[in-house]
């Protein structure tokens, strides 16, 4: 069965204190890796796709990886304005639908 | 250039009504998915549709819920004869034309139903 998971569940920062989320898939035939960023209230707001295992997309303070297996959203040095719920979504081969992780919580402290 | 536009954005039935949720893609996109979200939970597949026509609708329950895209107008996902467990934020997803494969889907702001 086609799953995401994301870790951690909750994750609290010193503003300027980099750090890195996982997400962990499982899926037939990898059509393509999305990522996130969900605000309270608010519909998810597109980061990065990734096709292939070892590609990369950076974006200011994001930087997102793709292995075989996971991708890590990395953020360095980050600000209060990160703080947001980071989802990522795996689309399979063969279908349209993207299956999503629960997400990360991620809340930057000044 | 609009984004995903939904409405209404609040709702608010008894159980037993009818529930409309409307969604108007972005310009230019022609591919419109449905996804409900409840509270802890990732977001989860609802249906697929381009204009005229349901591509997937895989992870729809098959009593109660349908959805259209017509040829003019917003898509709109329909739920007949609400209970409290369709309490959740529905969101709509558009992509551009070319398949809904290898392509971004931009979602909009959400509708929250609340079901009493």
């Known amino acids: 069965e086609d799953q995401v998971t994301q870790s951690p569940e909750a994750l609290r920062l010193q503003e300027g204190e980099s750090s890195s989320l996982n997400c962990s898939y499982t899926v037939s035939g990898l059509r393509g890796l999305f990522w996130y960023r969900q605000d309270p209230g608010k519909g998810p707001e597109f980061l990065f796709t990734?096709?292939?295992a070892g590609e990369e997309k950076e974006k200011e303070r994001l930087k997102a990886t793709l292995t075989k297996k996971e991708s890590f959203l990395h953020i360095t040095a980050p600000k209060p304005e990160d703080s947001a719920t980071y989802l990522c979504a795996v689309q399979a081969g063969g279908t349209y639908k993207y299956i999503f992780g629960t997400g990360t919580r991620l809340k930057v402290l000044a | 250039n609009a984004g995903v536009m939904q409405n209404p954005r609040h709702l608010v039935r008894r159980r037993g009504q009818e529930a409309r949720l409307r969604c108007s893609p972005m310009?230019?996109?022609?591919?419109v998915y449905w996804y409900r979200q409840l509270p802890e939970e990732g977001l989860k597949f609802m249906v697929y549709?381009?204009?005229?026509?349901?591509?997937?609708e895989s992870g729809m329950p098959k009593e109660r819920f349908s959805a259209e895209f017509p040829k003019e107008g917003p898509s709109i996902l329909r739920i007949q004869q609400v209970v409290r467990g369709d309490s959740a934020a529905y969101f709509c997803?558009?992509?551009?034309?070319?398949?809904?494969?290898?392509?971004?889907?931009?979602f909009g702001p959400g509708t929250r139903l609340t079901v009493l």
């Open positions: 997803a558009s992509s551009p034309p070319g398949g809904g494969t290898y392509n971004e889907q931009f």
């Open positions: 549709l381009q204009k005229e026509n349901i591509i997937d």
């Open positions: 990734l096709y292939s």
């Open positions: 310009k230019g996109h022609s591919h």
